[in-house]
């Protein structure tokens, strides 16, 4: 019985594969990686969603549809500033806004809805995540949320409402395709938590709010912010061989490296780094050197273990030229996951078998007598 059911196979999917030897990951019959430097966000969420990249007229549809339900119940706006003074941040804040969100829209089990209605729920849930995290970051900064554009694209409307300002294309494309590129990645922990809880039935805010539960733990969804630190923590060119031995002979854990799946170069943290350099600069540059130096100092002292970067090392540099707060790091990662989680919601929807595992007891042989005292 693996550790953490590492390897199990626990049901079929036509969402999407990670093939972690490869160093390779694709939504349905597409690359992931090559979805993100061709498409946009809503073609890939109208792919997970519906199972094809929409054509001219669908996109304009479907970018209509998500568009209009950007825009919050009042119940649920007037509750944000309460939700933020609990000073539990966005992430967290968007757990209990979200379940607010569901009540104000009358969401049902899904269990009890045809495939139409889930799907038009996750679509409302969706489409109210970005605002959501949004106007809980602003409130808690003590300023006022901005209301969303329905003529921005999902990406552009997100960099809006963070800032208050139209961003520029550049940013808008950099930020879109991490967005993309973290749509979906396997049966993780989040989007394992996602369809439990849709296998029971319950409805889609139930199971978004269990996905975010379990992203918001250090060792899944928290790393982009914490892998600049790393960054920060060297603080310059002359410190990073002395500082990457240290931790490499202590055997502590460098952010941003490592990746339980892939025995490889991670595809996204390839094609972010790509990002990375298009905007150049001195964080760019130190980053890459931090790279190259983990890589040749373990050939060294642990020779044969193969660490590269994951997608949160180069994540964190990309947010952080873009101008995105660090605060807002992992819930911009869960304003591209939740399409992934609401997708597998539906696939797991279909299915009226509950997940049901079963443990091995390892404790004292029963029975025993109880004490009397």
């Known amino acids: ?121 996750a679509l409302t849930a969706c489409a109210a995540v970005p605002t959501l995290l949004t106007a809980l970051h602003r409130l808690g900064e003590g300023r006022e949320p901005v209301e969303p554009r329905a003529d921005l694209s999902y990406a552009a409307n997100y960099l809006y409402m963070l800032t208050g300002r139209e961003p520029d294309e550049r940013r808008v494309r950099a930020i879109e395709r991490y967005l993309i590129a973290t749509v979906d990645h396997g049966f993780n922990a989040s989007t394992f938590t996602a369809r439990v809880i849709a296998s029971t039935g319950a409805d889609v805010v139930a199971a978004l ?33 002395p500082w990457i031995r240290e931790r490499v002979l202590a055997g502590d854990r460098i952010m941003g490296f490592g990746h339980p799946v892939y025995r490889t170069e991670d595809p996204r943290s390839r094609m972010l780094r790509g990002i990375a350099e298009e905007f150049g600069g001195p964080l760019v540059e130190f980053a890459v050197q931090v790279e190259r130096e983990v890589v040749a100092i373990l050939a060294e002292l642990k020779p044969g273990r193969e660490l590269h970067t994951n997608v949160e090392f180069y994540a964190g540099v990309v947010m952080e030229l873009c101008g995105l707060p660090r605060a807002m790091f992992t819930p911009t990662f869960c304003a591209a996951r939740v399409v992934g989680w609401s997708a597998n919601i539906l696939e797991q929807s279909a299915d009226s078998k509950i997940i049901r595992p079963a443990a091995r007891y390892a404790g004292p042989p029963p029975p025993q007598p109880v004490p009397v005292v």
Do not use: C, N
Request: charged residues 25%; hydrophobic residues 40%; aromatic residues 6%.
């Open 1 to 121: 019985m693996p550790r953490g059911l590492a390897g199990v196979t626990v049901t079929e999917t036509a969402l999407g594969d990670v093939r972690g030897r490869e160093g390779f990951y694709h939504y349905r019959q597409y690359s992931a990686v090559e979805l993100a430097q061709k498409r946009g966000f809503e073609d890939v969420w109208h792919l997970m969603v519906h199972g094809t990249l929409p054509d001219t007229a669908e996109r304009a549809g479907f970018l209509a549809r998500t568009a209009e339900r950007r825009s919050l119940p009042d119940g649920v706006r007037a509750a944000l500033p309460a939700i933020a003074r609990a000073g539990s941040g966005p992430l967290a804040g968007l757990r209990t806004a979200l379940s607010l969100l569901g009540a104000e829209r009358g969401m049902r089990p899904v269990y009890d809805l045809d495939p139409a209605d889930r799907a038009d729920d």
């Open 209 to 241: 709010t269990g996905a975010i539960g379990a992203l918001s733990g250090p060792l899944h969804g928290g790393a982009p912010s914490r892998a600049l630190d790393t960054l920060d923590a060297i603080g310059t060119p002359e410190r990073i061989r």
